[in-house]
Nanobody
Framework: QVQLVESGGGLVQAGGSLRLSCAAS????????MGWFRQAPGKEREFVAA???????NYADSVKGRFTISRDNARNTLYLQMNSLNAEDTALYYC?????????????????WGQGTQVTVDS
């Protein structure tokens, strides 16, 4: 059982930056593909970015060039650096984990989820 705890959300002005963190309880963190997803009110949960244990990354088109996903396997921690934020980025952000090496974008592919951290961009 992997427990995930997100932090780093908050209120930021448009054009600003935030760095989200996700701490994992699992000592075998490095064996998991990790992803960030987000859900805005009234919308479905959507893929933001993912990273394999080998640090292969994939991004949604809407965040490409603005967001950077990274991981520190020694600290069992996942990060999401978000720059040039805009109002459309306002959402509850979740980190998620799936065992294995295949990077997937669909939420149903991820078994373990955190509780989420709120990001609000004031335009």
């Amino acid at each position: 059982q992997v427990q995930l705890v997100e932090s780093g959300g908050g209120l930021v002005q448009a054009g600003g930056s935030l760095r989200l963190s996700c701490a994992a309880s699992e000592r075998t963190f490095s064996y998991y593909v990790m992803g960030w997803f987000r859900q805005a009110p009234g919308k479905e949960r959507e893929f933001v970015a993912a990273i394999t244990s080998g640090r292969v990354t994939n991004y949604a088109d809407s965040v490409k060039g603005r967001f950077t996903i990274s991981r520190d396997n020694a600290r069992n921690t996942l990060y999401l650096q978000m720059n040039s934020l805009n109002a459309e980025d306002t959402a509850l952000y979740y980190c998620a984990a799936r065992a294995g090496t295949i990077l997937e974008r669909a939420p149903y592919e991820y078994k373990y989820w955190g509780q989420g951290t709120q990001v609000t961009v004031d335009s």
